[in-house]
């Protein structure tokens, strides 16, 4: 089952946001503001301190302004328990830089469970690999960044103008950063442990 959570940041877009029968779209505090059609929301989440009152949908689930979790924390949670294999966030990477870092924090720990996580943003989008490889369709430019959040093995870049073969990395190199696509299909991949994925559209730019 996909999920999409959706937030509040300045950088949310509607590109592939197309719910089908059986999605699961939630809303965290004032990503509730960003749907339009309040009918595709299935559930609203949150404290609701940044959207200013509590949406009036059947189906809420308020939180206490004191906790530990952010309510984006808590809507991909709520997507895991629910049965959600793919999660995407929109919405979250834009606005507050300690809440990028934050949610991409969240991405981290709900792809280390093997849930497909997906970050769309305005001009680029960030995928988490673990066990698998990512596969980009071939363009002739734009730019292609690979970290590690943490420690990773055996990490193969084939495809791109830089490739690397069964390197480690780590949270303290910046060898991925800034690779660029050269007209064919690439592919990124990992032995042990997870990856950041960062693919930049065509005009290079982080916001269009």
């Not at 404290?47 to 808590?74: A, M």
Request: charged share 30%.
């Amino acid at each position: 089952m996909r999920a999409f959570v959706i937030g509040a940041a300045d950088d949310f877009c509607t590109r592939w946001l197309e719910k089908k029968k059986g999605d699961l779209l939630i809303t965290a505090d004032a990503g509730y503001a960003k749907i339009a059609d309040k009918s595709l929301i299935d559930v609203a989440i949150g404290d609701f301190d940044s959207l200013g009152y509590v949406p009036d949908i059947s189906n809420v689930i308020k939180l206490k302004r004191e906790k530990d979790e952010t309510d984006t924390d808590v809507a991909a949670e709520y997507a895991a328990k629910k049965g959600a294999d793919e999660i995407y966030f929109y919405g979250c990477l834009g606005g507050k830089p300690d809440h990028a870092v934050a949610n991409l924090q969240l991405g981290a720990r709900i792809a280390d469970r093997g849930i497909k996580t997906v970050f769309v943003s305005n001009g680029y989008t960030v995928y988490f690999v673990k066990g698998d490889k990512l596969e980009l369709p071939a363009r002739k430019r734009g730019r292609v960044s690979v970290f590690s959040p943490d420690v990773t093995e055996g990490v193969t870049i084939r495809g791109l103008k830089y490739e690397i073969e069964g390197r480690r990395l780590t949270n303290r190199v910046a060898l991925g950063v800034s690779n660029e696509f050269i007209g064919k299909k690439a592919e990124i991949s990992a032995e042990k442990g997870l990856l950041t994925v960062y693919v930049y559209e065509e005009d290079n730019n982080i916001r269009p």
